[in-house]
């Protein structure tokens, strides 16, 4: 079955650079998430996306913004990076709300390393 | 705010015996959902298992079920004849379904070691 894509994998930047991480959901899931995971740390979210509109907001720094295009995929750009940044950024992707399934999806999530 | 509590950072049990995790929520709402992803060493969130809060069966996938105790704001995770590929770190998280797309709050996790 497919799954959440997300790209790339792996990103290396230097302070103060931006960052552009890219998320194509499930075929069919209109919703997407995005989860910010620094290290021994439980995920946390940081803002969702309903019919390519903003739909949720957690902890997302002013620093960072996101939108959600028409054919559902979604990006997350990054800028004025610290290295407190440096986390693992996962993705996720559910079918409509409303419809009795709510349950997210993750992707392999994009590993950002900011010296 | 909701608020998710795991309060085992650490459990260790051999392969085939039952594992039992626990986690505890902190919510005034009536209507939400309730869910346990995997975090193997990879770092993907393989999602385990979920239960609805108006739901009083308990959920059960194969070798995992929940004890859901709606009075008590308990979700526990029992683990039957656990394997090698179980361990993990596993989390538990709560998700308020507001009619949008509602973030997860997950607890601090706990980290399952299976023993052969």
Redesign the interface.
Same mark, same amino acid.
């Given at each position: 079955a497919a799954g959440v894509i997300q790209s790339p994998r792996h990103l290396i930047k230097e302070k103060r650079e931006t960052a552009t991480l890219k998320c194509y959901p499930i075929p069919r899931h209109d919703?997407?998430?995005w989860?910010q995971?620094g290290p021994g740390?439980?995920?946390?979210?940081?803002?969702?996306?309903?019919e390519k509109m903003q739909?949720?907001k957690?902890s997302i720094p002013d620093r960072f913004s996101a939108q959600q295009f028409s054919d559902y995929h979604s990006e997350l750009n990054m800028s004025s990076l610290e290295l407190g940044d440096s986390a693992?950024y996962?993705c996720?992707s559910?079918p409509r709300?409303?419809q009795g399934r709510?349950?997210?999806?993750?992707g392999?999530?994009t590993r950002l390393t900011v010296t | 705010a909701q608020t998710v509590t795991q309060s085992q950072p650490e459990m260790s049990v051999q392969e085939a015996e039952t594992v039992t995790l626990s986690c505890t929520y902190d919510t005034s709402e009536n209507n939400y959902?309730l869910?346990w992803?995997k975090q193997p060493p990879?770092?993907?969130?393989?999602?385990v298992i979920?239960q609805e809060a108006y739901k009083q069966q308990n959920a059960t996938e194969n070798r995992f079920s929940v004890n859901f105790q709606k009075a008590a704001k308990s979700f526990s995770l029992k683990i039957s004849d656990s394997q090698l590929g179980d361990t993990a770190m596993y989390?538990c998280a709560f998700?308020k379904? =507001?009619? #949008?797309?509602?973030?997860?709050?997950? =607890?601090? #996790?706990t980290h399952l070691i299976i023993q052969p």
């Open positions: 919703t997407v998430y989860y995971q740390q439980d995920p946390q979210f940081l803002i969702s996306f309903y739909s949720d957690g693992l996962f996720a559910s709300p409303g709510y349950e997210q999806y993750f392999p999530g | 959902y869910f992803y990879s770092r993907q969130m393989i999602l979920r989390f998700m379904p =507001g009619g #949008g797309a509602d973030g997860l709050t997950f =607890g601090k #996790g």
